[in-house]
């Protein structure tokens, strides 16, 4: 049998940390392992994107595009890899195309090697321009679908989207089950079937929250998977991804051997186990293994925001009540996956069914924007009464949402005058005005002051980048209703 080396992607510079510390890690405590994890032969390591760019500006006064200029230096060796949500690019709301190639262009041209797109509708359509821009540019476009399980979503639609993805020019597709979803045999299934229909590699990102995530590497690695995801074992399990030693060692002397050495992956676990002894205020405080994931499919980061905020409005006994509504919620809404920001829509309306006691007597902003198309198109039916109640006669408008909106980079440059050093702090600030603004005036007093982190998510035991990440807070949702009686 002829050999086919497992390609690894640790997680350790981003999606570890976001899942685990609230995205808190700073750059400061990265650099000094860069050059043994640059030694390790990775095929990249995920080091940006997400909700690391809000975050460095947001509490940590760092500058998001100076933190990736600084690792690219560090780690010459290695792939750099980016999570971009799209039209979202790394924001919560779609953002207009100049903006999003600006980004994009920037962001290669910081460093980023791999730019992982996906959609939270699995849109295709919302994630083509950044695509072609990242293309352009000479990047590798890692096309993504989000898997989730629902009535509307099965193999064949998956893999109808990998075919239509490598069509809009993926380099290769990523499996990306946020959730932990994903079974080990399902994984076996879904890899095999989309090896079979795009002459491209696959990479599969699975998230341990539910037990699942070692075993399910294990078989899409059995069936041919050519990169998985983990995360160095020091900030792996929970709701990060499985650990990189394990899966190093699992195939260690097959014909799918990674050839990583233990021994430096050792050291570098060793390093992480130090460094996350200083960010113990942000951890998330859930089980190993949360198995409410497996019959709500809400991330667990989710679900431990949810308590808090329900503690805050002395509804905590009614947990379990919003636990039962937001499938409900999900499938009036045509089984959207739950990613940022669908899950957060869902978790938002979901809270108001409940408290107010009567389902969508009040109804989220973004659920009426989510029903007028303009986050994309559903995977499936919308609830007709639900639509006609929130709606009336509206029509839904059926072209892709950016197609809707101005150009936005001019705006930013006019508003942001003279605080902008740089074109990159104009785009910054045209996907976070308010936060770029406040950051750049930091900046201008030399950092004096510190960032406000939001008081009342912070007494409620709330991890307080998930609260900000949300469209609109559940606490302050709740606050309403209960002003309303």
Aim: charged fraction near 25%; include cysteine.
């Amino acid at each position: 049998m002829v050999a086919k080396p497992l390609r690894v992607t640790d997680t350790c510079l981003r999606d570890a940390h976001q899942s685990l510390l609230a995205t808190r890690m700073r750059t400061e405590h990265m650099l000094p392992i860069a050059d043994r994890l640059d030694r390790v032969g990775f095929h990249s390591l995920e080091a940006w994107g997400g909700a690391t760019f809000d975050s460095c500006m947001r509490f940590l006064n760092e500058d998001p595009w100076e933190r990736l200029r600084t690792l690219r230096a560090h780690l010459p060796r290695t792939k750099l890899q980016m999570l971009l949500r799209g039209q979202n690019l790394v924001g919560y709301r779609h953002y207009p195309d100049d903006v999003v190639e600006r980004f994009v262009v920037l962001a290669r041209r910081n460093g980023i090697d791999i730019f992982r797109v996906f959609d939270a509708l699995n849109d295709t359509r919302n994630m083509a321009w950044a695509m072609k821009v990242a293309r352009r540019e000479g990047a590798h476009v890692q096309a993504t679908i989000c898997y989730t399980i629902s009535p509307v979503h099965s193999l064949d639609s998956f893999v109808a989207m990998a075919k239509e993805l490598a069509e809009l020019g993926a380099d290769s597709i990523c499996i990306k089950d946020m959730a932990g979803l994903l079974a080990p045999y399902p994984a076996y299934d879904l890899v095999t079937r989309l090896k079979e229909a795009v002459d491209l590699p696959i990479q599969l990102h699975t998230h341990y929250t539910s037990g699942m995530g070692t075993a399910t590497l294990l078989k899409a690695i059995e069936a041919g998977v050519d990169v998985v995801d983990t995360a160095i074992s020091s900030v792996a399990l929970g709701t990060s991804q499985p650990p990189t030693e394990t899966i190093v060692h699992i195939v260690e002397g097959t014909d799918r051997s990674t050839g990583l050495d233990l021994k430096l992956l050792s050291e570098i676990a060793a390093y992480f186990a130090q460094v996350r002894g200083n960010y113990r205020e942000f951890e998330s405080g859930l089980p190993g293994v949360d198995v409410n994931v497996l019959m709500y499919q809400i991330p667990g980061g989710m679900l431990s925001n949810l308590v808090s905020q329900l503690r805050q409005q002395k509804a905590e006994d009614r947990y379990q009540d919003v636990l039962a509504e937001m499938p409900r919620v999900r499938a009036d809404l045509g089984y959207p996956p739950l990613v940022t920001p669908t899950s957060q829509i869902v978790g938002t309306q979901a809270v108001f069914n409940v408290l107010v006691g009567e389902r969508y007597k009040v109804v989220s902003e973004e659920v009426k924007n989510y029903l007028r198309g303009l986050y994309g198109r559903p995977p499936g039916e919308i609830n007709a009464e639900l639509r006609q109640q929130v709606l009336g006669d509206e029509k839904p408008v059926d072209v892709r949402p950016a197609d809707l909106l101005e150009p936005g980079l001019e705006r930013a440059r006019r508003e942001l005058g003279d605080l902008a050093r740089s074109e990159e702090d104009v785009v910054s600030y045209a996907l976070f005005p308010q936060v770029a603004r406040e950051f750049f005036q930091r900046r201008e007093r030399g950092f004096a002051t510190e960032p406000e982190v939001p008081r009342m998510a912070v007494a409620a035991g709330a991890r307080p980048a998930q609260v900000e990440a949300q469209p609109v807070s559940l606490w302050k949702l709740a606050s309403r209703i209960g002003r309303r009686g």
